[in-house]
């Protein structure tokens, strides 16, 4: 690709020419996972409506609050759906690489949806009727718990993704306090009640201390590529982004519940809005989605350029946002692409024109 270098202007300030800024579309999304961003964008919306309702800020009921909630659920099921018509209606189709591994770890993600999909129909009716007990409302989340250990286990053995699976694992016991302190079967303060989460919270800063010294370190090694920098450098910020403001939530939650501050929901969540939206950008450069949701058998860029094939003209263009300072005109940008690209064609190698009609 050429590019013009820039110059400056009678006043000292740089130019900057079309090529100075780039956005490839392939680029930005061969790296993207689709269903982390669907979770996090909607567990981000809800937890928006959730917070307005508590303050009373909206006056909806719960059902239509849970409304991102069931919109999640429901591309879940519809993806697994269609992934299980293309597995069952083209068998040639399982023969490919890992076909197998990745049509058994999305059925047990389907699974693992469903049973958290009745925990929050419990949740929801708990909230609109109080006709339930709080732990039986939580019992379909500590079986997750229990089940999602075998599932973290056979994840590592296969080599797939697990956060939603370790997340319930590690705070099996939390689920239960929480339970328990709904129902007034005990006492406790919410700051003892979150123990289970404060331990978890602790090891979670330690692994961020440890990718910013990390991070540190390789920027300050000359052995090291500047891609290796640079990807340290964004790991550390995102973990950084993500794990602080949930710890700064969490803290202002107990506070909140306790009645030790009086500040709104939304504002005590709004700590949690930041590291939903760390997650969100996260999941532009998150490999590793499964290939059979909705049947797609490949990359999500791959998916959509192969079924949109008009996106392979703009996947394959990179584009360029002008860049004008006051005084230099559009023509003597353009005249200075002209220049460069005879110049490039002058550099060229000339070749002799051979007929096929001349003699040996």
């Known amino acids: 690709m050429l590019t013009v270098p820039s110059k400056q202007n009678k006043h000292g300030n740089i130019l900057l020419n079309n090529n100075s800024f780039k956005m490839n579309l392939q680029t930005l999304f061969q790296d993207f996972n689709p269903s982390k961003f669907v979770v996090h964008t909607f567990l981000l919306i809800f937890t928006i409506l959730f917070a307005l309702k508590l303050d009373h800020t909206i006056t909806w009921s719960y059902w239509c609050i849970f409304i991102p909630i069931w919109i999640w659920k429901g ?104 339970a328990l302190r709904l129902d007034q079967f005990i006492g406790w303060s919410w700051e003892v009640i979150f123990v289970p989460l404060w331990i978890v919270m602790c090891l979670s800063l330690v692994g961020v201390l440890y990718t910013i010294i990390f991070a540190a370190i390789l920027m300050r090694t000359p052995e090291v590529s500047a891609q290796q920098r640079r990807a340290s450098f964004h790991s550390a910020l995102g973990y950084t982004f993500l794990v602080i403001p949930i710890l700064v939530f969490q803290v202002l939650l107990a506070n909140k519940l306790d009645d030790d501050i009086k500040l709104p929901y939304i504002v005590v969540a709004s700590p949690l809005f930041i590291s939903f939206l760390t997650l969100i950008i996260m999941s532009f450069s998150a490999k590793g989605c499964n290939k059979w949701w909705f049947g797609m058998r490949k990359d999500f860029c791959s998916f959509v350029l192969g079924v949109f094939p008009l996106l392979q003209e703009y996947a394959n263009i990179s584009y360029y946002p002008e860049h004008r300072q006051e005084g230099v005109e559009l023509e003597q940008s353009e005249k200075m692409d002209l220049a460069y690209l005879k110049r490039a064609d002058l550099l060229k190698p000339i070749l002799p024109i051979v007929s096929i009609e001349m003699p040996d």
Not at 88 to 103: T, V
Not at 104 to 125: N, Q, R
Not at 163 to 168: I, M, P, V
């Open 75 to 178: 591309l879940v099921i519809l993806g697994a759906s269609v992934g299980s018509y293309v597995w069952w209606r083209y068998p040639h189709f399982r023969l490919e690489g890992e076909a197998y591994i990745h049509y058994k770890s999305m059925l047990i993600s389907l699974a693992l949806h469903l049973i958290l999909l009745m925990f929050e129909l419990l949740v929801c009716d708990k909230l609109e009727s109080g006709r339930h007990l709080w732990i039986l409302v939580f019992i379909p989340l500590i079986f997750i718990s229990i089940v999602s250990i075998a599932v973290c286990i056979w994840a590592v053995k296969h080599d797939r993704s697990f956060e939603l699976e370790l997340f319930c694992a590690v705070n099996v016991l939390q689920f239960i306090f929480l």
